[in-house]
């Protein structure tokens, strides 16, 4: 099997080559970095040359943005895969992104074997979307869907407010355990491997003071009362 060819597009030069290392070297030569774009103008001529299978493009560049790389792109190359590496204060663009052809997004914070995954899933035909920010993306682009999205938003808030030391992705991960999801089952919604979510539950215990996943269900019941008084 060939590896997949990646071409990263991103201005900070020490974060672009950082990350061709990760990703070659712990993808166990599943991906090929096969270039480094400095601009949206650089990742055109590169993807113009060089072909590769999938795009990490940055948003924020000089000379040209994401945003008008990934439309020149897709519109070139159909089948060029585009995954938009953004930060939370991007959310706007990277809607912007996603309505002009990228394939989904992910957070500069990610772990590298959750990258690695993501890359693959698109390389594959899936559509892939950070859990992280996610239901921000969502609440942009159908501001009047899924009231069930918006309420996990407000009880994520919620844990993040009573318990400062949780992570984002800890948060999302505690939210869906409640729902008696395994671990397996959690992996797949979040797009990240199963070892994952064990290492952060085992994170998660400690930082709240409980022992198993029914003390976990039972402080979230709990946090639930504070963030949703009446129901029931």
Do not use: W
């Amino acid at each position: 099997m060939q590896p997949i060819k990646v071409l990263i597009a991103d201005d900070q030069h020490l974060f672009a080559q950082s990350l061709r290392f990760v990703l070659q070297n712990d993808s166990n030569g599943r991906i090929n970095v096969i270039g480094i774009a400095e601009n949206g103008k650089e990742a055109v001529a590169q993807a113009q040359d060089l072909v590769p299978d999938v795009i990490l493009m940055d948003i924020r560049m000089p000379v040209m943005d994401g945003v008008e790389a990934t439309d020149i792109i897709r519109k070139q190359f159909p089948d060029i895969k585009i995954l938009i590496l953004t930060t939370f204060d991007d959310d706007e663009l990277a809607v912007d992104a996603l309505n002009h052809g990228a394939t989904g997004y992910v957070l500069k914070e990610v772990d590298p074997q959750d990258l690695i995954l993501s890359i693959e899933a698109v390389h594959k035909g899936a559509f892939y979307m950070s859990p992280s920010i996610g239901f921000k993306l969502l609440d942009l682009m159908h501001p009047d869907e899924d009231r069930s999205a918006k309420e996990k938003e407000s009880l994520i808030f919620e844990l993040l407010q009573a318990a400062p030391d949780l992570t984002r992705r800890e948060a999302e991960i505690v939210c869906l355990t409640a729902k008696a999801q395994t671990n397996a089952q959690i992996a797949d919604s979040l797009f990240i491997a199963e070892k994952t979510v064990k290492n952060h539950l085992v994170s998660i215990y400690d930082k709240l003071s409980v022992h198993n996943r029914l003390s976990l269900i039972k402080y979230v019941s709990s946090l639930r009362q504070r963030v949703y008084p009446y129901e029931g």
